[in-house]
């Protein structure tokens, strides 16, 4: 019995930030780790953004109230529920993404928090830097194998800490930097990695 | 947002070894580590008397497929997966558990594995050594708070371990060594603990 890490959005549920953007039609939230790779200047931008246009919470947990997990998503958590211990691992917020993951049935989620004073986001609080990473090794050091799975740079810790390590759906530019680790896309190749 | 680590047997699900005994007519597989708080001495025993009887794992897993988990537990898990990331933590074996976690919709379960030849249980594996205090351990190293609760001697390393420990439906003789530990009966009070 292994411990499964999957990223969160992109893996199984659409990118948050990028609902956002869409709902309010500001086009700045577009980006993610994928163009901004470290998380901390792309997450004061965003706050910077949220400031701006006096974007509060509650607003934006009206936006993931409409969203959905990727489709497929719902049956794949089952089919690894039944074969792993299932752990999701994301640097998203819970303060975003419960609503979500009773939408996944609840799977673990290790994330971070927001600080929000008067519905307003004022700042983050990563649990720990490079937190993927340590996630996995915290599994390792209670002896499990680890089987993971990403499709961006922020994954690359825990992809590469991880006894298998594999991108899925990730874009080009992802895989291009990274040539060495497998890449599948969509969920039925996941399946076939993972087993 | 915080682990909720939580005991399996006698905490969610019924002892699985004492149903086998009542099922088989076997008295002495009604030990448990509230009786052989030395749990490879217990597990020596039931192993020896599993090869007396010539007792397989399909005949046990036919038993435990009858089990159900214990009146409350299901709504009780839905609870705890709201408000925490819940962590089941047993000394079981996936070999054992896995069809009563489906019941309870497959929260993550940290256990052990059992080692069977040709049906026969001739040997166990435990993941570590003392696995729920090192369980809670790599929680802490991931920045978590963790709570968690049990009804055992086995469970004492995770109780000392978290930063808050609940003695759930505990007997009187484990009470009565550890009476600096919280102790509640029935999921009412564990939720009135918790929160």
New interface residues.
């Given amino acids: ?1 292994d411990i499964l890490c999957l990223d969160l959005e992109g893996v199984l549920v659409p990118e948050i930030w990028q609902a956002v953007a869409r709902d309010t039609g500001i086009d700045a939230l577009n980006k993610t780790t994928r163009d901004i790779p470290v998380y901390d200047e792309l997450m004061r931008m965003r706050l910077a953004v949220l400031a701006r246009h006096d974007l509060r919470l509650p607003t934006i947990q009206g936006v993931i109230a409409g969203l959905e997990p990727l489709p497929g998503a719902v049956d794949f958590v089952a089919w690894a ?2 074969r792993f ?3 999701v691992l994301s640097d998203t917020f ?1 303060d975003f993404a ?1 609503p979500l993951m ?1 939408k996944l ?6 994330c971070h ?1 927001l600080v929000v004073e008067g519905g307003r986001i004022v700042d983050y609080r990563l ?2 830097a490079d ?1 993927k990473r ?2 996995v ?3 390792h ?4 194998r680890v089987l993971a799975a990403g499709d961006s740079f922020n994954d690359l810790g825990m992809l590469e800490e991880a006894d298998l390590g594999i991108f899925f759906n990730a874009p080009a530019g992802v895989l291009a930097a990274h040539p060495d680790i497998t890449s599948v896309t969509g969920y039925a190749e996941l399946q076939t990695a993972l087993t």
Same sequence: chains 1, 2.
């Fill in positions: 019995m529920r039944e211990q299932l752990v819970y419960m009773a049935g609840y799977p673990v989620l290790l928090r649990r720990q937190p340590h996630a090794r915290a599994f050091a209670m002896n499990y």
